[in-house]
């Protein structure tokens, strides 16, 4: 009876408050559609669980512990288990039934997207127009439960709306948890802002960023912590940037077997299908979870499409924020792309890089009506 009074009743209510005061604290939005796109995600994380209850899915062996290491500062501070620690603790300190996790991570992810939706209104786009951004079911559905997508993208939201406000070393923390969780993610994003923003600084801080940037980098790519990132004993080098190399190389191969795994081509189809689908699965496939996941995604990427379209304001972002989604992107696109060849890992990976490159196709979008106005 008390742990249903506590999970059912005291920590649903808690998540409600939560849920409210951080409209109140920071969004904004119109406290009704707010709450009708809150019940939109936590209804599309409901559908994902319910699809995937018989299967396979990462977010099941999470919530079992599975592959959980035991306790130690390096192991928190490192990839998966860092995801164990949080589910350690909902369970064992919390006292968190699985459901709870669940809709914890949810609404890890919930926010990540309302901060996101938040970054379009402020590089400019109107609000009823970054409002139909909460509509599009990809970034809802494949980021919701437990695993490391759903903290990425908060932090990678969280990190862009620091940087818009100006905030550089606060949103150089939340890249800095980027990169341990997913280390080639942190550093395509970290690369990205170190370049974007030396082209901006001047005089002494200059120097003072390529020290402090050459002094971090070093530290990261040969500091003997960092082989807790990854653990295959297989390794011959402790060097953080070989271990990572070494780490990509390996999925080359790791998912053939899967019903999902797609042969690599040539750069551009890569790119095409890692951002939108596989094109050799369209009708080719007979699995209903895979045809809808694409019908999925087509109908996320015409929202976008709409999206972009619709806007007539003019984009407000500073040239050191266009030169870090140009180098993000372009970085992101080069690499991620070329290494990953399975669309069940893509699909869900992808919703770390598309907010950027939505952001960037409305400063395209501006740029072309600048020339033609011209």
């Not at 808690?14 to 951080?22: P, T």
């Not at 042969?263 to 689908?277: D, H, Q």
């Not at 080719?284 to 015409?302: A, D, G, R």
């Amino acid at each position: 009876m008390l742990n249903f009074v506590y999970n059912f009743l005291i920590i649903n209510f808690f998540y409600i408050f939560l849920i409210l005061k951080w409209n109140s604290v920071f969004l904004g939005f119109n406290k009704k559609s707010y709450i009708i796109f809150a019940i939109y995600h936590f209804l599309l994380t409901l559908t994902y669980i319910f699809i995937f209850s018989n299967a396979d899915a990462d977010y099941k062996t999470y919530l079992e512990l599975k592959h959980a290491k035991p306790f130690d500062i390096y192991v928190f501070l490192t990839t998966t288990e860092f995801v164990y620690s949080i589910i350690y603790f909902l369970k064992n300190f919390l006292y968190l039934i699985d459901l709870n996790i669940l809709f914890f991570f949810s609404i890890i992810s919930f926010f990540g997207i309302s901060i996101i939706v938040k970054n379009l209104m402020i590089i400019g786009i109107e609000k009823k127009n970054a409002l139909y951004f909460f509509l599009i079911p990809g970034i809802h559905f494949w980021t919701s439960v437990p695993g490391k997508d759903s903290l990425i993208l908060f932090f990678l939201a969280f990190f862009f709306y620091f940087y818009l406000n100006r905030k550089l070393l606060i949103s150089c923390f939340f890249i800095i948890l980027v990169l341990l969780i997913r280390p080639h993610i942190g550093v395509i994003f970290l690369l990205s802002l170190v370049v974007s923003e030396f082209f901006f600084i001047k005089g002494y801080k200059r120097l003072i960023v390529i020290l402090v940037s050459l002094l971090f980098f070093y530290f990261i790519f040969t500091a003997g912590f960092s082989s807790g990132y990854f653990k295959n004993p297989d390794f011959v080098s402790e060097n953080f940037f070989l271990q990572m190399i070494n780490q990509l190389n390996s999925q080359l191969h790791k998912f053939e077997t899967s019903s999902t795994y797609y042969e690599s081509t040539n750069i551009y189809l890569n790119i095409f299908n890692y951002v939108i689908f596989p094109i050799k699965f369209i009708f080719k496939n007979n699995s209903l979870t895979i045809n809808l996941s694409i019908m999925l995604e087509v109908y996320s990427f015409m929202l976008i499409i709409f999206l972009i379209i619709k806007q007539k304001s003019e984009i407000k972002l500073k040239k050191n924020v266009i030169i870090f989604l140009i180098m993000c992107t372009f970085f992101y696109l080069m690499l991620l792309p070329q290494v990953f060849f399975n669309y069940g890992l893509n699909v869900r990976q992808k919703w770390m890089i598309v907010p950027f490159l939505i952001y960037l196709s409305f400063f395209i979008k501006n740029l072309f009506l600048k020339i033609n106005k011209k």
